[in-house]
């Protein structure tokens, strides 16, 4: 029965906001409830989409050592992409 009512919540939450960021009010902690977002019921809908690698908010992730992590490796890749790309298109 839950899994159908939070696929419920989350239909609506896709096209009532474009994501799927909600959490259940009870479950929240301080910083989580001063998030932006409108809470329905029993249910907060955050007004952004989170960080599935370190589950903040899109506009807070970056605070996150781990997602400082991976934000390095991915530039690291696309420069490695880069030169690789430059190499192939020279020779």
């Known amino acids: 029965m839950s899994e159908d009512s ?3 919540i989350d239909d609506y ?9 909600w ?10 409830k ?5 809470i329905e019921g029993e ?5 952004e989409d989170k960080c599935w690698g ?3 908010i899109i506009s807070k992730c970056e605070d996150s050592d781990y997602c400082k992590e991976i ?3 991915e ?7 880069q030169n690789h790309l430059r190499k192939w298109g020279d020779g």
Request: hydrophobic residues 30%; contains cysteine; proline residues 0%.
């Open 6 to 8: 939070t696929e419920a």
């Open 13 to 21: 939450s896709l096209n009532t906001y474009g994501h799927t960021n």
């Open 23 to 32: 959490a259940y009010v009870s479950t929240l902690d301080d910083e989580q």
């Open 34 to 38: 001063s998030w932006a977002g409108t």
């Open 43 to 47: 249910v907060k809908y955050y007004h």
């Open 54 to 56: 370190c589950d903040m």
């Open 71 to 73: 934000n390095k490796v």
């Open 75 to 81: 530039e690291e890749e696309e420069i490695l992409a």
